[in-house]
């Protein structure tokens, strides 16, 4: 009864909330206003039903967060799927199969398909990047896509001025982001938390106004246009060809990205980044350069951001500030959250969710923000870790201390 | 102990320390020698944990000398070093309030103690050479041995922060040791644990001074323990210090009574 009551309260609150949205439809041309009563019943119903599953997915949260908390010895028991990810065979396996299929793509599908598929790839790289910034290091950007404008100007510019080649500019366009991360870096070294996440989004915005005011160095609001696409021996490629070749570089970039992150998150710099993200104080006090490690967790980050600038500066061939707003910066950070910090199947899975996703729900592309809340909301609520959670590597002694004592 | 002059490891000189008009260290002189557990012990608030900080440069003293005498090496002051710099020289430390990386391995908590003792670069760890792949193997066995010391290697592939609370006072302890220090500072080790947790760790300090030939200076409330294994014993009490002396110097000590065991007294 109780349970009915609050549903019914929920389902008149969303009745209230979406009232001017649902009912109310101004007709501009016959200057009547529309009363689409029916709706009402609509949004009741649904968010009547809703509020149920809502309120039986809580209790199954609580009653497994209870279970954790009483029996000691199985405290976060790793689901199926996670343990099933612990398998090195079937993670192989999976991994080829996905390699193969990430080859073939541009041939299976259609070039609309194939540039989806780049700018989700690039995605990728940024999230992958930032997750080194922010999941690993634990320090808050909310200014990223600051380094992605970086990478692209300095392509853009480069091409524009000395007709400097993709393939020059792309390790070019990775070293000046991560100078930047290091500018960046250094008089944030100090701050931490909300004071960081401040600096950061600041920082993203002053690249942004440079971008758009600074008219005889960057062009100002209307960009650069003409960038060459990357180069293949002098070939002359159609653009069909062009993207099949900006999808297999972004398909390296990508596979070059996952081994070096991979490497680094359980190497000592990256355990150091860990460290520093859990205890700052502790970490310091165990002999840990401070500085130091906040210095390489931007410059790294930053790094990456800046290499698919330029790749991404080459693929649309024009730039603007427009393409650098918070809202960039935004999406990459939801990409690493949802995804889950530190895990880097988590976040490529992530980007391929939230870029791929409102391409191909183009039908519903009025709602997109409302379902990208909703999902947010759901996700911390339930699932506050992210889609896959971060699992630390293990180690194996007993082969290696028997290998010490043979020594 | 015998009575042979010591090397003296840690030399504390007219240590001050003020927060704004509060003086909350002052003017502590102390020293610490090779081989020696020494206590530090005083009512709450009596600034020993301050001091503790000041020493190892989590705060910048505002008046005085820390002086560190390494053996074999030149005399290094510390005061305003960073505290990596003071854990690189070989002086480390727990926490009175555990501060574990508690999303991290109980392996990977020591394995980070040996970073200082480490150097892969961004370089080395990309490329994987062999020079860092022998290095992260090392490190992962002198990480499991110093588990094995404190006995927690079963746990090594556990979260820390699913460990027992006595567990990680001793993680705490094994990963100050990672650091391979001449000196470990232990701010309340005992503190919540049962008596016979108390007594192994009592049996792991003085294995620790005498098998990894570490001093040690630590500050805690159970008087059994710091009365059972220390050499010497400071006493602070609003900031300075009034007391030092052997354990039953200090159990005599008219000042000290009044001080702090006579609060016992009453209770």
Redesign the interface.
């Known amino acids: 009864m109780k349970n009915l009551k609050q549903s019914l309260a929920v389902a008149l609150w969303f009745i209230f909330l979406t009232f001017p949205l649902m009912v109310v439809k101004v007709n501009t041309s016959d200057q009547v206003v529309q009363w689409r009563w029916m709706n009402i019943l609509w949004v009741g119903v649904t968010f009547f039903v809703l509020s149920f599953i809502w309120r039986y997915a809580l209790v199954r949260k609580e009653a497994r967060q209870m279970a954790a908390l009483s029996g000691q010895d199985e405290?976060?028991k790793p689901t199926k799927f996670q343990e099933l990810l612990e398998d090195q065979s079937l993670r192989y396996r999976l991994m080829l199969g996905l390699l193969a299929f990430a080859l073939v793509f541009p041939w299976v599908f259609d070039t609309y398909q194939s540039t989806i598929m780049v700018s989700a790839l690039i995605y990728v790289v940024l999230g992958l990047g930032l997750n080194i910034t922010v999941g690993l290091a634990g320090l808050l950007d909310l200014g990223y896509v600051a380094f992605f404008a970086v990478g692209a100007y300095a392509y853009a510019l480069l091409n524009h001025h000395f007709g400097l080649g993709f393939w020059t500019c792309l390790p070019l366009g990775a070293a000046l982001g991560g100078i930047f991360g290091v500018i960046l870096g250094f008089p944030i070294l100090r701050l931490r938390g909300d004071y960081l996440a401040i600096v950061t989004l600041g920082f993203g915005m002053i690249v942004k106004v440079v971008l758009e005011n600074w008219s005889e160095f960057s062009f100002g609001p209307s960009g650069i246009a003409n960038i060459d696409r990357p180069s293949l021996f002098g070939l002359d490629m159609d653009i069909a060809a062009s993207t099949t070749y900006i999808y297999y570089i972004m398909i390296a970039l990508v596979i070059l990205t996952i081994i070096?992150t991979g490497?680094?998150k359980n190497?000592?710099?990256?355990?150091?980044w860990?460290?520093l993200?859990?205890?700052e104080?502790?970490?310091?006090?165990?002999?840990?350069?401070?500085a130091k490690t906040k210095m390489?967790a931007y410059a790294?980050g930053a790094c990456w951001a800046g290499m698919v600038g330029v790749v991404f500066a080459a693929k649309t061939t024009f730039i603007n500030p427009a393409s650098f707003t918070f809202m960039e910066s935004a999406i990459i950070l939801s990409i690493v959250v949802l995804g889950g910090m530190g895990s880097i199947l988590g976040v490529i899975l992530g980007a391929m969710i939230l870029i791929l996703m409102p391409e191909y729900l183009r039908a519903f592309s009025e709602y997109r923000m409302i379902i990208f809340g909703a999902a947010m909301v759901v996700m911390m609520i339930f699932r506050p870790q992210g889609i896959i959670s971060?699992i630390?590597q293990?180690?194996e002694?007993k082969g290696?201390?028997e290998k010490?004592e043979n020594v | 102990m015998s009575d042979t002059q010591k090397q003296v490891l840690l030399e504390v000189k007219g240590l001050t320390m003020d927060f704004g008009g509060l003086r909350a260290v002052d003017s502590i002189d102390l020293t610490v020698s090779a081989g020696e557990i020494a206590a530090l012990i005083g009512p709450n608030g009596a600034g020993k944990t301050t001091f503790f900080n000041c020493v190892t440069g989590i705060y910048t003293p505002t008046g005085g000398d820390v002086l560190l005498h390494p053996q074999g090496k030149p005399t290094r002051r510390v005061n305003g070093k960073k505290p990596n710099v003071i854990t690189t020289l070989g002086m480390a430390r727990t926490f009175q309030n555990i501060r574990l990386f508690s999303d991290m391995t109980v392996l990977e908590n020591v394995m980070i103690g040996r970073h200082c003792r480490t150097n892969t670069g961004l370089v080395g760890a990309i490329l994987r050479g062999a020079a860092a792949r022998r290095e992260e193997q090392e490190t992962v066995e002198f990480g499991y041995h110093l588990l094995e010391q404190v006995g927690l290697a079963e746990f090594a592939n556990e979260y820390s922060k699913n460990l027992p609370y006595g567990a990680m006072r001793r993680l705490e302890i094994a990963r100050a040791m990672a650091t391979e220090p001449f000196l470990l500072l232990l701010d309340e080790p005992a503190a919540g644990m049962n008596p016979q947790e108390t007594d192994e760790l009592d049996a792991l300090i003085c294995r620790i001074r005498d098998e990894g030939k570490i001093a040690i200076l630590l500050i805690e409330h159970d008087m059994k323990l710091v009365m059972n294994i220390s050499d010497n014993i400071h006493v602070m009490e609003y900031g300075k210090k009034i007391a030092t002396g052997t354990p039953q110097e200090i159990k005599d000590n008219p000042k000290v009574i009044e001080a702090y065991l006579g609060e016992e007294a009453d209770a």
């Open positions: 405290h976060e070096v490497r680094l190497s000592r710099i990256g355990r150091a860990i460290a993200r859990e205890d104080i502790a970490c310091v006090a165990m002999g840990i350069d401070m390489s790294l971060n630390r293990k180690y002694f290696l201390k010490s």
